[in-house]
């Protein structure tokens, strides 16, 4: 799972990691589409289901 964060607001959101660096996706908050960048990400390390 990789998070974005709202460039405009700061509102994380945890999309599908996308190679794209200048993702844009309509953010709750904002209720526009924004750029988001990413905040950080968790492989799935040590998480078993
Ligand atoms: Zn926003």
């Known amino acids: 799972m990789t998070y974005y964060e ?5 509102q994380l959101a945890d999309f599908v ?3 794209d660096s200048a993702v ?4 709750p908050v904002c209720e526009e589409p ?4 990413i905040a950080f990400a968790d ?3 040590g998480v078993s289901f």
């Open 6 to 10: 709202c460039a405009d607001c700061g």
């Open 17 to 19: 990691y996308l190679e």
């Open 24 to 27: 844009r996706r309509r953010c």
């Open 34 to 37: 924004t750029a988001w960048e």
């Open 43 to 45: 492989d799935g390390a």
